[in-house]
């Protein structure tokens, strides 16, 4: 049994709402399990521009760095949207990502059978629901290499000046490649056991360094069956079979392109959870896919249930409890299957549609029977 220490977030919009239910859901894992949680509730995004005048004060972001791990509702509004980049609420997010040194974005693209509707591919690809992790390498590649803007001197075959040529370069080493990998390998051994490692092989040196790696790492993991596919075809894939894939792990501009794709394919924001993880060891941040929602802010009517799952990951990636993590996510299954919604996930014959205090209780009225 141990105490873990949890830097709670609750930032903006909605973000206050589904992380007090998220809390109330891991009071009674703790009261279940004998565990406990101490809970710090920690200022960031636009309430800290409000209150401290910047979006992540230097004392929230030491309670982050010395906790187990952080829960994380959302962050930004329209109040804020005319501040300049680094004083925005979304600067917290970029500040947090990198002083806790998180390398891995985990996203969990679930579709529950019972919510086989609201996925907008037709029903019978989708059946059996789907279950996705897509592991996205977080601070390297592309988005974090060389660029540049400059007057280029060429000129096209026809004759044309070029004009102004920007350039954008990808880089990936051997290490960051391993780490990312490890954490997919690991997953993968976590669940169904198969890992489809996402590349552009045919065209990038960077792709092909990813092969290598891949292909010495993966001998140590001899019971994940490893299947490598080039991102245009995952990308139709994902489409034509989303029940078969288990773990996807790939570079940082595929990985935010494809798991938008897979989210997209469950159809509804709020039930989509993500982690973020560094070094194992060091505490890894845990929040909703979805943003602080300003247009149902207050009403009481937020899907808690993405910051429910993003807590289960929690339990699972950070505290090493990942019984207590699959109790959550079957207590939410439990609830579905019984027909309750909140309006985010409701269709037109639903007759059992929640508020987010209620849905929170159904989540915990199910955890208990486990
Ligand atoms: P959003 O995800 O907040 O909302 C999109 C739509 O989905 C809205 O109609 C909203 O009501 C609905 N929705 C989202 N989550 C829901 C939930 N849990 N339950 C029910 N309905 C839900 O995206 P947006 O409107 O583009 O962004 C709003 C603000 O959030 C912006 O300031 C944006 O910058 C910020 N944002 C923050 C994060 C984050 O903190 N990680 C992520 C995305 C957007």
Request: include cysteine; glycine fraction near 10%; charged fraction near 25%.
């Amino acid at each position: 049994m141990a105490v873990f220490k949890i830097a709670v977030i609750p930032g903006d919009g909605i973000g206050p709402e589904v992380t007090r239910s998220t809390c109330e859901v891991l009071n009674k894992v703790a009261q279940k399990s004998g565990n406990g949680f101490l809970f710090t509730e920690v200022s960031a995004g636009g309430i800290a521009i409000d209150t401290f005048g910047e979006p992540l004060p230097e004392k929230s972001l030491q309670i982050a760095k010395d906790s187990d791990a952080v829960l994380l509702g959302a962050v930004g509004g329209p109040k804020w949207d005319d501040l300049p980049g680094r004083s925005r609420p979304e600067a917290a997010l970029l500040g947090l990502r990198k002083e806790l040194a998180l390398y891995a974005n985990l996203r969990l693209a679930i579709l529950f059978p019972e919510l086989k509707c609201a996925s907008p591919l037709r029903p019978d690809l989708v059946e059996n629901g789907v279950d996705i992790l897509i592991v996205r390498e977080l601070t390297g590649g592309i988005y974090f290499g060389k660029r540049g803007l400059e007057k280029s001197e060429e000129c096209l075959s026809d004759g044309t000046p070029k004009g102004m040529e920007a350039f954008d370069v990808e880089t990936y080493s051997e290490a960051e490649i391993e780490r990312i990998l490890r954490v997919g390998f690991t997953s993968a051994m976590q669940r169904r056991k198969n890992l489809t490692v996402v590349d552009k092989a045919n065209i990038l040196e960077t792709s092909r360094l990813w092969r290598k790696v891949t292909e010495r790492v993966a001998s140590e993991y001899p019971e994940v069956s490893v299947e490598f596919m080039y991102v245009d075809n995952a990308s139709m894939q994902l489409l034509r079979r989303p029940g078969s894939f288990d773990v996807i792990v790939t570079s940082n501009m595929f990985g935010d392109i494809l798991s938008d794709e897979a989210g997209m394919i469950t159809g509804s924001i709020g039930m989509l959870p993500s982690a973020s993880l560094g070094t194992p060891g060091t505490p890894g941040m845990y929040e909703p896919v979805h943003g602080s929602a300003p247009d149902i802010a207050g009403k009481g009517i937020a899907n808690p249930l993405a910051t429910i799952l993003s807590a289960a990951m929690m339990l699972r990636y950070s505290l090493g409890l990942p019984e207590e993590g699959e109790k959550i996510e079957k207590a939410v299954g439990a609830v579905l299957r019984q027909g309750y919604r909140t309006t985010d996930i409701a269709s037109s014959s639903d007759a059992n549609v929640l508020g987010t205090k209620e849905m929170t209780e159904k989540v915990i009225e199910e955890y208990e029977k486990l």
